[in-house]
């Protein structure tokens, strides 16, 4: 196989978003998703209390985001919400 062929054979994984659009997945967000996906995974596991794989189940099956835990791990400290700062 020479250099072409391997990147033709490259499967590209996608996300279909809650507006329709397809986005590569486990691929470098859009600011504002970027945003969204830290105040989302931030809740799921400061709010509600989930563990970090059930945030990460939560936010791909719910909001079609696919983060990986080391992702969600740094979310958590990127992202403050009300709780945070009382
Ligand atoms: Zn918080």
Redesign the pocket.
């Known amino acids: 196989m020479n250099a072409t062929e391997a990147v033709n054979a490259t499967v590209i994984t996608v996300r279909i978003a809650r507006d329709g659009k397809r986005y590569p997945a486990d691929r470098v967000l859009p600011p504002e998703q970027r945003q969204q996906a830290h105040a989302l995974a ?1 809740g799921l596991v ?1 709010r509600d209390k989930l563990s970090i794989r059930q945030a990460q189940r939560e936010l791909l099956e719910v909001h079609a985001i696919r983060r990986s835990v080391g992702s969600i791990f740094s979310d958590l400290h990127r992202y ?2 009300s ?2 700062a009382e």
């Open positions: 931030h400061h403050q919400c709780r945070c």
